[in-house]
């Protein structure tokens, strides 16, 4: 199957597949909030108590992290992930039943296939949230769940505003408010919340690379972004907020859970 995609999701896909040969070196929050929102499936399955086969769709799921863990718990997991690098390192790892490399805002799926959709912090890089909740949607069965992780506004202020410091281009991208993301979800019956953690590293080089390391380089504004120069980067390293000699990182990061009425 050919996958045709805009330039933007092309560039993305492209950042996605050039990380993916070290992203679960890297990806260390993205796994720490991966395995909330497993334990939050567990939790749900628990309460249907469903018999048979469970089909599991797992967006965005990158390099098959969760899709293997899934999949050993006796779900039959399709993997889904917009960059073919990504897939191709689940497929190595057979982290999956099935693999479909794919957008999540146009699922080429049936209606009412997955029990289950998990998705674990891939929604933020879509051009239209609501298309992606549509989607979601969409391809789950009546009595289905679908459990999703975002990023939301203020995640990364830090690097954001010593960024403002320095020029006027955007370094950063914007995120949806929570009030936004609620709004968006209304009309599902779900369960939301966000929560706040702050990493701290030890110099901006190791903070920058925990960035670029999972792909999260390209901006999905369509403001254009600047090369940081060696210049800009001392500067940079200079004007960032610290705490205790360390550089904060902060993400705001929500939890939501939609029922499939």
Same mark, same amino acid.
């Given at each position: ?22 992203? @679960? ?16 499936? &567990?939790? &749900? ?11 599991? %769709? ?21 993997? *889904? ?5 990504? *897939?191709?390192?689940?497929?190595? !790892? ?10 999540? &805002?146009?699922?080429?799926? /049936? ?9 674990? %912090? ?12 549509? /989607? ?19 995640? *990364?202020? &830090? ?7 320095? @020029? ?11 009030? /936004?993301?609620?709004?968006?979800? /209304?009309?599902? =019956? ?8 702050? *990493?701290?590293?030890? @110099? ?19 403001? !254009?972004?600047?090369?940081?120069? =060696?210049?800009?980067?001392? =500067? ?24 499939? @009425?």
């Amino acid at each position: 199957m050919t996958l045709f995609l805009c330039h933007k999701k092309q560039k993305i896909a492209a950042a996605f597949s050039k990380a993916a040969s070290k992203y @679960d070196l890297i990806a260390n929050y993205q796994q720490y909030i991966g395995d909330i929102l497993l334990y939050k499936l &567990e939790f &749900e399955l628990k309460k249907t108590k469903k018999n048979g086969i469970i089909n599991v %769709l797992d967006a965005g799921c990158g390099t098959g992290f969760f899709s293997k863990i899934m999949k050993k718990r006796g779900l039959n997991v399709t993997a *889904l992930d917009l960059s073919s690098g990504m *897939l191709e390192i689940a497929k190595n !790892k057979n982290a999956a039943c099935s693999y479909l490399c794919a957008d999540i &805002e146009s699922i080429p799926i /049936e209606n009412n296939t997955f029990d289950i959709v998990f998705s674990n %912090l891939a929604i933020q890089w879509c051009q239209d949230f609501t298309k992606a909740l549509i /989607e979601f949607y969409r391809v789950t069965k009546i009595g289905g769940i679908i459990l999703f992780t975002t990023l939301a506004e203020n995640t *990364l202020i &830090e690097l954001s505003k010593a960024w403002r410091k320095i @020029d006027n281009f955007q370094h950063v991208n914007n995120f949806l408010s929570y009030t /936004e993301i609620v709004k968006n979800c /209304e009309i599902y =019956r779900n369960k939301l919340f966000i929560q706040k953690d702050t *990493l701290y590293f030890y @110099d901006l080089n190791t903070l920058l690379y925990s960035l670029k390391g999972v792909g999260a380089t390209y901006l999905i504004s369509n403001r !254009k972004s600047k090369l940081i120069t =060696r210049k800009s980067f001392k =500067r940079l390293s200079d004007v960032y907020p610290k705490k205790k000699h360390k550089f904060p990182l902060t993400y705001y990061t929500v939890f939501g859970t939609l029922y499939c @009425d």
